[in-house]
């Protein structure tokens, strides 16, 4: 039996919306599922695209993308640049994939398991 095959389906628990909760100084919402240690994140301004993975998966690809200067960024347009399926790189020990968006300073973040993308500014 792997790891893998002992992960809850953290689809299957329902979150409460009022259990999202804005990042402070991104444009980001998140809730713990259940009382563990996973979250389901999303983009405020589009809720309806969620992505629900353990919190070290998140933890991780932080790490790998890292924070840069506390430059305010905006999320706008983002939606509206193609990003080609080859420029995806996976977070490695995840479920997660991420590619740059063209030459903005922004990320798009996939669930290999799941459908939808988040796009916000590699800040947030």
């Given at each position: 039996m792997t790891a893998r095959s002992l992960q809850p389906d953290l689809w299957a628990v329902a979150v409460d919306e009022a259990k999202f909760t804005m990042l402070n100084g991104t444009g980001i919402e998140y809730a713990a599922i259940g009382d563990g240690d996973d979250y389901a994140v999303r983009d405020k301004d589009r809720p309806e695209v969620e992505i629900r993975r353990p919190g070290d998966d998140f933890r991780r690809?932080?790490?790998?993308?890292?924070?840069?200067?506390?430059?305010?960024?905006?999320?706008?347009?983002?939606?509206n640049i193609d990003v080609d399926d080859d420029r995806y790189e996976a977070v490695e020990g995840t479920d997660l994939k991420y590619a740059p968006i063209n030459d903005h300073d922004a990320v798009s973040v996939r669930d290999q398991q799941h459908p939808g993308e988040i796009r916000r500014p590699s800040n947030d």
């Open positions: 690809l932080g790490a790998l993308l890292g924070r840069g200067p506390g430059v305010e960024q905006s999320a706008e347009g983002l939606h």
